[in-house]
């Protein structure tokens, strides 16, 4: 079967986040009444996998292996049957 | 071993792009260097033939993912096995600015729990944000360890270019201070971002141009045999590649980046 994984990975709370500093800064300049701007990063995966435990063990594996670095990121996914 | 016996294996995938300086240093010092496709690599056993392996800078694979990351794992995926007999004999592996993000990315640096762990730091976006090319100077902080800086005397500092967005070097949250304690006692500090007199950049932009924690330029494994630095010496070996030798009259022969691939063929010479 197929399943649909939307991973975001994100930086932890408390990193510094230039990326988000900047966009943030270039908003406010742009008049808008910005607080904070985090930037994160969204893979949507198509895989196959018998059932969707089994899809969700794999992406939790490709999270750690690959898509995050466990010094500075943390990730969330869902993942769901393509249709 | 003689100079002329020593093959330097320098890696190359999609995206690096400085193999032929890179080449071009280790053959100006007498040893024979070739540049390899990781695929290359792997299939034909390079690396069993190769006294020395050097992760050259670029972005490898578009620096997708993070920068390093997809080269890191490819790394161990591909060479696994090869490279730990290869890190294990002792024979030494320098990773040049994106060099030195895949093997962070890799856990080989600072690889305080030996090879295949898992990443213990990131080299992750500058601060301020963006890409810095500029010269450098970097405070030699090795005690000996480091077989890479054999030939640079303690606190000297050296000027070397750095070019990269992603080298911020960072432990992490809460372990700074544990993780910099392990580093000094296992004399694995290499360089640290310095101004032209010496003094240590504190974090002050642009003498530590990118935000590095501790001002952390370079640093090597506990065995001192497995080397990543964020400025490039390859760009600093000859005196014609200094940034102000016009004014000064004629160029130097050679630029400070020259001693650490003597220092690293001196070694060879004399363990192998």
Not at chain 2, 41 to 56: M, T, W
Request: charge should be negative; aromatic fraction near 10%; include cysteine.
């Amino acid at each position: 079967m197929e399943y649909i994984a939307r991973v975001e990975v994100s930086l932890k709370p408390g990193h510094s986040d230039p990326e988000g500093e900047t966009t943030k800064n270039s908003l406010k300049e742009l008049n808008y009444p910005v607080r904070e701007v985090r930037v994160s990063k969204v893979y949507r995966i198509i895989l196959e996998a018998s059932s969707a435990e089994e899809a969700e063990a794999l992406v939790e594996e490709m999270c750690q292996r690959l898509l995050a670095n466990p010094v500075k990121d943390d990730y969330t996914f869902k993942v769901e049957e393509k249709i | 071993m003689e100079k002329g016996e020593i093959r330097v294996c320098i890696l190359r995938v999609g995206g690096t792009n400085c193999d032929a300086e890179t080449k071009r240093a280790f053959t100006e010092l007498g040893v024979e260097a070739e540049v390899y496709h990781i695929n290359q690599i792997a299939k034909r056993g390079i690396l069993q033939e190769s006294e020395a392996l050097v992760i050259p800078g670029g972005f490898s694979y578009g620096d997708y993912v993070r920068a390093g990351a997809i080269l890191a794992k490819g790394l161990l995926t591909k060479l696994g096995d090869d490279l730990e007999r290869f890190i294990e004999e002792g024979k030494p592996v320098l990773g040049i600015c994106n060099g030195f993000q895949v093997l962070v990315e890799a856990g080989l640096l600072p690889g305080f729990d030996g090879v295949g762990s898992r990443p213990e730091a990131a080299l992750t976006t500058n601060i301020p944000v963006g890409y810095r090319c500029r010269w450098v100077y970097l405070k030699h902080e090795n005690r000996g360890n480091c077989i890479f800086t054999s030939k640079v005397p303690r606190d000297v500092t050296l000027r070397i270019p750095v070019a990269h967005a992603e080298g911020r070097f960072i432990f992490p949250e809460g372990k700074e201070q544990e993780y910099l304690e392990r580093l000094y006692e296992n004399d694995q500090l290499v360089f640290r971002y310095c101004d032209e007199d010496g003094r240590y950049a504190e974090g002050r932009y642009p003498t530590n141009p990118n935000g590095s924690f501790h001002d952390i330029a370079g640093i090597c494994n506990p065995e001192g045999t497995v080397f990543g630095l964020m400025p490039h010496p390859e760009r600093a070996y000859y005196g014609w590649q200094l940034p102000d030798w016009t004014r000064r009259g004629s160029p130097p022969k050679y630029g400070d980046g020259r001693l650490i691939f003597e220092s690293m063929i001196d070694y060879l010479t004399r363990k192998f």
